[in-house]
């Protein structure tokens, strides 16, 4: 049996119609979970989402959107930073398996976002060449959302995350001819969204 080919529409209403299937607790974990849905699957793979998200152990997208196997193409990372081996997953994903939309997921109070927030307050503070890659990507837009003449630093955090997602959005579509050429073609799309860690609600930031 053929696996069923989405649109980006109908993805966009999978991930919504899941994410309210996991807040409501009535889970059905997308298009299954057990061995029958692992046998169909052996021919190939047709999901209808990929997802960026962070490595955080409090935002699995396979949960948030009640997916099941086959459902998402996830790419994870503290800080859900877009490099050159998650844009080429993504790439691989949407020319070779037909998935038609990649979402970016941010998150509040997002630890590697804090930690790049930390970097700019005390740079002298280094933890590791390896961290210090992570906070190096995410400097941008920590610089760009740092609080002006009274603003709030108690938000500092989300926003750099927010901006952080839009930002890779756009990213995402200017560095890969692939995913542009796609977009063109009205076979793809790229669609920001935070998660609220004291909600657990999904915020789409387009409809695209
Ligand atoms: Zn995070």
């Known amino acids: 049996m053929a696996l069923k080919q989405h649109t980006t529409a109908k993805a966009y209403d999978l991930l919504r119609e899941g994410h309210a299937r996991s807040l409501s607790g009535e889970r059905k974990y997308g298009s299954g979970v057990g061995l029958d849905r692992a046998l169909e699957l052996t021919g190939g793979q047709a999901p209808y989402a990929s997802v960026l998200c962070c490595a955080d152990s409090r935002v699995p997208p396979e949960h948030i959107f009640d997916a099941g196997l086959g459902d998402l193409f996830v790419c994870r990372n503290a800080g859900n930073i877009l490099d050159d081996l998650a ?59 740092v609080p002006r003449n009274g603003g709030d630093m108690s938000d500092w955090v989300d926003d750099a995350a927010r901006w952080n997602v839009e930002r890779i959005c756009e990213d995402a579509l200017r560095r890969s001819a692939i995913l542009r050429d796609l977009h063109r073609q009205g076979k793809f799309n790229v669609l920001g969204a935070m998660y609220d860690l004291e909600t657990a609600q999904v915020s789409f930031m387009q409809t695209g």
Not at 95 to 100: L, N, Q, V
Not at 115 to 144: C, F, Y
């Open 87 to 145: 844009l080429g997953s993504f790439e691989y994903a949407a020319a070779h398996t037909g998935c038609p939309l990649l979402v970016v997921l941010g998150h509040t109070s997002c630890g590697a976002v804090g930690a790049a927030v930390a970097a700019v307050k005390k740079p002298e503070d280094t933890e590791s060449p390896h961290v210090d890659s992570v906070i190096q990507r995410l400097m941008p837009a920590v610089i760009a959302t």
